[in-house]
């Protein structure tokens, strides 16, 4: 969707949405392209689901921690185990760990995804691979209060990929994985498939992306979206 | 706190200080951390921060420079960085910074971590360098977490497998023997009302019965052993090991306050313990050729590398090489002897440096005199000649390589009759000279080897006499003792060697183990004391006074830390098949180990300055 486009249309759904969350939410402005990225504030999100179809599967858990600018801000870290409906497939309990025990001590999603919202509010939201969260948050938006989620988001894989593009340096799909990637610039590697990790590693290899490409010049926060 | 975050809580769980918080704090500290990335090459501290912070590196690198660019230090992962948070923590007190490595720090704020402080006390502690306690802690640490600590930690109660077999020495030899036969043992223990008064062993009933024509019906007194080296059964499995591969004794009874407790067979060892040193000395006993000396000596690379893995430290694993060692000597100069015939006159074979300290690794090169009797004949010497020079290359042969100084007792000037020797020291000790304190390591660590003719006690007197008189000589080697600088920067960073083969990394031999010898012999010598070891000669001198016993147990902690990480970091290069040096990168050490080991450089200093003071050093430096 066009950049410039996303603050027009976040004043026309402010306007046609009632009371909840989401308009909360949308009361903030989305920070300007034209910005200093390290003037903006951000939220690095990942998702752990029962599957990878939005419409059908369910997220499982929601992990987070918010950026000022180029600095990870851990007091903001949060973790959030989602009640479920019905049992979790097996074969995806065993990517990420979360039986249908560790499921039932969660809460439900319309009291976890307010609270990511409000963190949210007025920030960009980072992700690897950002389609997939974008897809379960905007269906769970959906569900929950009638409307997609509006969202300014900048996805590591995407910068990540051109910049190997515009370099011409080949390469293949595993090595624009999450991990892959935080072994090239040297960032520690936590246990995979936990949404607070992950949502740390994505944190982590934005900070590492924008330190190689800033050259001392600034950059804007448009170069990375 | 999120149970997420236990990454990081553990990653500062294992860091100093920060192993010393509780863990209800250490649980809520990931929480009041900032992360930034630092892409290599960048300024460091990097200048935009909104207040002043501490820095602990997660990954990467980096280094501190002076003004004139020199490196001062290299800090890596786990590393507290210099910082503007005062009181005690370090500051970069005008150095420049750079990130070598992209880097990923966690930042604390000043403010978190005098609250820290103020909290808690052991991890203020860190701060105010109360470096003995951390050193022992981590000695300890490092020896318990070895694998295998089998023969580290067990006592010798614990490996006794049966109870104790014992007979009257008046029984028969027959019945002795039906007795063993019956209980299925090696060795019988003799007593008198309930004392320990001798032992036989199957080995006894060969030699000294069978193959001597002692008739069975004899008492077993006649052929017991009386004068019996024993343990009490609290020493540890590993200390009753070296005391049978210096004895060469297979079997050694256990004591406790009520008598015998039982017998401690080399085989009860070996169930806990493959690699011994007991079976090497053994095997060297019965070698009749070089090629088989040589090809036992190959061994002793597995020998050191088993023992590191086993926990020991490096006293321990000085010990059993140097035992080893001591018997290829004997070993040699027997067969040089089948070879040349009986010695013209008695003489005294000599080691100097490591050997006679019990302080060798695997390879150290070798350092030998020999000291003959006065009354031989110029013609005699001959046969000296030959016999030093047979066993000068057989050692070589066994891989220890010729002494750089030529300090062999091949060497004419090291192959001396007593009373030239007693002019040698005479000279040292009265008119001290560099050449002779280049030899001092070498000449007032003197062990006899071999020397049935107890030679080398009339030696050893004359020298305590002239020495007791003179005070100048220690004087000297007070400056001598102070060349060797362990390589620290003015706050508590490594020094490290810039460029050629050993970029980035630092003699841990010459610059933390030398000085702490040379220490000791100071101390020893200026209280009089005949220890060579140096444990032991820290140990005598805390009690004698020549330093406090704080210092004393400082320094031997000190050492046998720094000892154990070079013994560790040569079992390494040995089991990758590598020639073993002393070349140590502080990247090879755990953040913690870093830690301890700038402690143990940090208290040689201090020892070091305190001696300097006491003999005016630089006056004859």
Redesign the interface.
């Known amino acids: 969707m066009s950049r410039l486009l996303l603050e027009w249309r976040r004043r026309w759904r402010l306007r046609r949405l009632a009371a909840c969350p989401l308009r909360d939410y949308l009361e903030a402005p989305f920070p300007q392209p034209r910005r200093d990225y390290r003037d903006v504030e951000y939220v690095a999100v990942d998702l752990e689901t029962t599957g990878l179809n939005a419409r059908r599967d369910q997220i499982l858990s929601i ?1 987070w921690v918010c950026l000022a600018g ?6 903001s ?3 959030r185990l989602i009640r479920v409906r019905g049992n979790i497939p097996a074969d995806s309990a065993v990517i990420h760990q979360i039986t249908d025990d560790v499921a039932a001590s969660g809460i439900a999603l319309s009291t976890a995804l307010p609270e990511l919202l409000a963190d949210l509010a007025g920030r960009v939201l980072i992700a690897h691979h950002a389609r997939v969260e974008l897809r379960f948050l905007t269906a769970a938006c959906r569900r929950l209060w009638g409307q997609g989620l509006l969202v300014r988001a900048l996805d590591t894989q995407t910068v990540a990929r051109r910049l190997l593009e515009r370099r011409q340096i080949p390469f293949k799909g595993s090595d624009l994985r999450l991990h892959s990637l935080c072994e090239r ?4 590697r ?2 995979a498939h ?4 992950d949502a740390l590693s994505a ?2 290899l934005f ?2 992306q924008a ?2 490409r800033d050259t001392g010049h600034g950059m804007k926060l448009g170069d990375f979206l | 706190m ?4 236990i ?2 809580r553990e ?1 500062l769980a294992g860091n100093a200080p920060f192993d010393r918080l509780p863990d209800e704090v250490l649980d809520r500290l ?10 290599r090459g ?1 300024p460091f501290p990097p200048g935009d921060d909104d207040r002043p912070y501490l820095y602990i590196l ?3 690198a980096v280094e501190l420079r002076d003004a004139d660019g020199n490196l001062i230090s290299k800090l890596a992962e786990g590393d507290l960085c210099p910082s503007p948070c005062g009181d005690g923590a370090p500051s970069m007190g005008g150095l420049r910074g750079q990130t070598t ?4 720090a966690y ?1 604390l704020p000043c403010e978190e971590l005098d609250r820290l402080r103020a909290a808690h006390v052991e991890f203020a502690a860190h701060f105010d360098a109360s470096v003995s306690e951390r050193l022992r802690t981590a000695l300890d640490a490092m020896t318990h977490d070895a694998a295998g600590t089998a023969l580290m930690t067990v006592q010798v109660r614990d490996l006794l497998n049966r109870a104790l077999v014992h007979g009257g020495p008046d029984i028969s030899i027959r019945d002795a023997a039906r007795i063993m036969s019956e209980a299925r043992v090696s060795s019988l223990v003799l007593t008198e009302a309930g004392r320990l008064v001798g032992m036989i062993t199957d080995r006894d009933l060969r030699n000294r019965c069978l193959a001597a024509g002692v008739s069975p019906q004899e008492p077993v007194r006649r052929i017991m052993t009386e004068h019996l080296h024993t343990v009490r059964d609290d020493t540890l499995g590993f200390e009753a090991l070296i005391t049978m591969s210096r004895l060469n004794v297979h079997h050694l009874p256990v004591l406790d306050d009520n008598g015998v407790r039982g017998v401690l067979s080399t085989s009860d060892l070996v169930r806990v313990q493959s690699a011994n040193a007991v079976y090497l000395v053994g095997d060297i006993r019965k070698a009749r050729s070089l090629e088989t000396l040589a090809s036992i000596s190959g061994r002793l690379t597995e020998l050191q590398i088993q023992l590191v893995h086993s926990g020991a430290t490096a006293s321990q694993i000085g010990q059993a090489i140097t035992a080893v060692t001591d018997a290829i000597t004997t070993r040699l100069l027997e067969l040089a002897e089948a070879e040349l015939g009986a010695p013209p006159v008695p003489y005294c074979w000599m080691a100097g440096g490591s050997q006679a300290r019990r302080e060798q690794s695997s390879y150290s090169d070798q350092d030998n005199a020999l000291l003959i009797a006065d009354h031989l004949k110029p013609e005699d010497d001959d046969y000296f000649k030959a016999l030093a020079r047979r066993v000068n290359d057989g050692l070589d042969a066994c891989g220890y390589i010729y002494c750089p100084g030529e300090v062999m007792a091949s060497n004419d000037k090291w192959r001396q009759p007593l009373k030239i020797w007693t002019k040698y020291f005479n000279t040292w000790i009265k008119r001290p000279e560099p050449m002779a304190l280049m030899l001092s390591s070498v000449f007032f660590d003197l062990r006899p080897i071999h020397d049935p003719e107890g030679l080398f006690g009339e030696l050893a007197e004359r020298i305590h006499t002239m020495s007791k008189k003179e005070t100048i000589y220690i004087a000297y080697m007070a400056a001598n003792a102070l060349k060797h600088r362990p390589p620290i920067g003015f706050f508590r960073n490594f020094v490290l060697i810039r460029g050629g083969e050993h970029n980035q990394t630092f003699d841990i031999k010459h610059r933390g183990i030398v000085p702490i010898v040379d220490l000791a012999r100071v101390y020893a010598l200026s209280a009089g004391l005949d220890e060579i070891n140096t444990v032991e000669r820290l140990r005598a001198a805390g009690a004698a006074r020549a330093l406090s016993s704080d210092g004393a147990a400082n320094l031997v902690d000190a050492y046998e830390f720094i000892g154990t990480l070079r013994m560790r970091h040569q079992a390494e290069q040995l089991k990758r098949g590598e020639m073993a040096d002393n070349f140590l990168s502080p990247e090879e050490l755990s953040p913690l180990e870093r830690g301890h080991l700038k402690d143990a450089f940090a208290l040689i200093n201090k020892m070091q300055e305190s001696l300097g003071q006491r003999y005016q050093a630089g006056r004859f430096a």
Do not use: K, M, W
């Open positions: 992990g180029n600095r990870i801000r851990l007091n870290a949060r973790h610039y040297n960032l520690p936590y246990g936990n949404a607070l990790s944190a982590e900070l590492a330190a190689h | 999120d149970v997420e975050l990454e990081i990653f990931p929480q009041r951390l900032t992360v930034r990335y630092l892409r960048t997660r990954r990467g490595e992209d880097t990923l930042l």
